[in-house]
């Protein structure tokens, strides 16, 4: 097949779901596609996925879902019953779903039929400082690399707080080749104990997901320490980096110039 006659990675995860019966798992939809599709990329079959589903939290990391809308635009066509199963999303089944935007402006994906007012926190705190550069970075990757997206696995869980015997990877991502970034966050300096951290995640990563593929480690802290850059200075394929915030203020109309609105 002609790669320009290739359809949007979408198009071809519904094309899968519609010819493997409505109700299927993320790694048969990904076989599928992959058969009849060669050369489509593992990585982006599977963010499409999430991008797709109606009820996967994950799904406010992507660019086409990052607006407050009702679930009933062309990426809302999947519902998921259990941890890597899928089926098509029927809202007298499911329930009506919608993309939210908090009082605080955090996105969620959420059933309207429960109006429930969700604190990812908890008890109306607000989010830790490393949540928000985690969050911001997930949705954000090309200011760290261009190409850069979210890894998902087989069961569909996506690479942000990433759950491993190791301990939690802040983000896991793939690059525009298909090789692994795992990256760390610290909000202001970043500890020595960051250094043995990330090296942990990058043995395990290299041994249990990347089958071969290149593995590459990155620390992100406002301040790297000298510590941890002479820690880093022999050790190939892991780097770190330091953040800077930059805000712009821009001027409002005053009060007796703006005109009242009919």
């Not at 996967?56 to 009933?72: D, V």
């Amino acid at each position: 097949m002609n790669p320009k006659a290739k359809p949007p990675v979408w198009k071809m995860v519904k094309e899968a779901v519609e010819a493997l019966g409505g109700t299927t798992t993320n790694i048969a939809v990904r076989d599928w596609i992959l058969k009849k599709y060669p050369g489509t990329n593992p990585t982006t079959i599977g963010c499409q996925i999430i991008v797709a589903t109606v009820n996967h939290a994950s799904r406010i990391h992507y660019p086409e879902n990052q607006k407050p809308r009702f679930a009933e635009a062309q990426y809302d066509f999947l519902f998921r019953p259990a941890t890597g199963a899928l089926e098509w999303y029927d809202p007298k089944q499911h329930g009506q779903w919608e993309i939210a935007e908090l009082e605080n402006g955090k996105l969620v994906a959420r059933e309207i039929e429960k109006g429930e007012t969700v604190d990812p926190v908890g008890e109306g705190k607000s989010f830790a400082a490393e949540h928000h550069l985690r969050d911001f970075l997930a949705k954000n990757l090309h200011v760290i690399e261009e190409g850069l997206q979210l890894y998902v696995d087989e069961g569909g869980t996506v690479g942000v707080e990433y759950k491993t015997p190791m301990g939690r990877m802040d983000l896991l991502t793939v690059d525009k080749k298909g090789g692994l970034l795992i990256i760390e966050l610290k909000v202001e300096r970043g500890p020595d104990e960051v250094c043995g951290q990330i090296m942990r995640y990058y043995g395990w990563v290299k041994r249990h997901v990347a089958n071969g593929k290149p593995v590459r480690g990155l620390i992100i802290a406002q301040h790297i320490s000298e510590r941890i850059r002479y820690a880093l200075a022999d050790v190939p394929g892991i780097t770190a980096r330091e953040y800077k915030l930059h805000i712009t203020l821009s001027d409002v109309a005053h009060v007796d110039d703006v005109k009242a609105k009919p």
